[in-house]
């Protein structure tokens, strides 16, 4: 269930969800807008060779911060990370999902590639994923709406939220625009993809899929 601006309205009153800094008049039908602070992560490309997921690359992004009255230039092409204004806090039965706004989106900015969802427990400022898929520059200027919160309500909390101890939440409590973390993944999980068997050891009787395959002599 999508909820309503009224719900909305009264959930932010009773502190169920927290929008730091909230103002009203950001409150639309359905959902509220959320605006794009002042912080940057643009790429630099020739530091490295290749984007390797199972490494931190540091050096990968480099923070920028733009002046009240000075835009952020977004070129054709490319894409660097933003974050909201606004810090969210999620309670344990609700989701959020973050969209763009109309007309941004038919100028050719996106907000997102695919962190739309924001779970329940979700406490920190929301990483902007932006591109620009126009043919001329784009401006993006601090404080401006650029995109929108709506909330889903779950069947029931979840039992685990987004920052418990035991799911190791990597963006929990986030300040800015927060490079991806992804490279934890092969440090904090165990790789199950090791204990499973080649066709050839599972198949050792020489029938099935070991049966089927000849060894080629170079």
């Not at 009264?10 to 807008?33: F, M």
């Not at 810090?87 to 038919?106: W, Y």
């Not at 009787?205 to 002599?217: L, P, Q």
């Amino acid at each position: 269930m999508v909820l309503s601006d009224r719900t909305i309205s009264r959930l932010l009153g009773e502190g169920r969800i927290e929008i730091d800094p909230y103002n009203g008049a950001l409150l639309q039908p359905s959902s509220v807008d959320v605006r794009v602070d002042r912080y940057f992560r643009v790429f630099h490309n020739a530091r490295y060779p290749y984007i390797d997921v199972k490494e931190p690359q540091d050096e990968l992004t480099e923070l920028v911060e733009i002046e009240d009255d000075r835009p952020f230039i977004l070129h054709p092409g490319e894409f660097v990370l933003g974050s909201t204004l606004e810090r969210i806090r999620l309670p344990d039965d609700l989701v959020a999902r973050l969209e763009g706004k109309s007309s941004l989106g038919r100028l050719g900015l996106l907000i997102h590639s695919t962190a739309g969802f924001i779970d329940p427990g979700w406490d920190g400022h929301v990483t902007l994923e932006l591109s620009n898929v126009a043919n001329l520059p784009i401006t993006i200027y601090y404080g401006m709406p650029i995109g929108q919160l709506s909330f889903v309500l779950l069947t029931e909390p979840a039992e685990t939220p987004y920052g418990a101890d035991k799911l190791g939440s990597k963006y929990q409590g986030q300040r800015g625009p927060t490079p991806s973390r992804y490279w934890k993944n092969f440090v904090a999980e165990p790789n199950d993809l090791s204990q499973r068997q080649s066709p050839d050891v599972a198949d050792a009787g020489g029938g099935g899929a070991r049966g089927n395959f000849e060894r080629v002599e170079s």
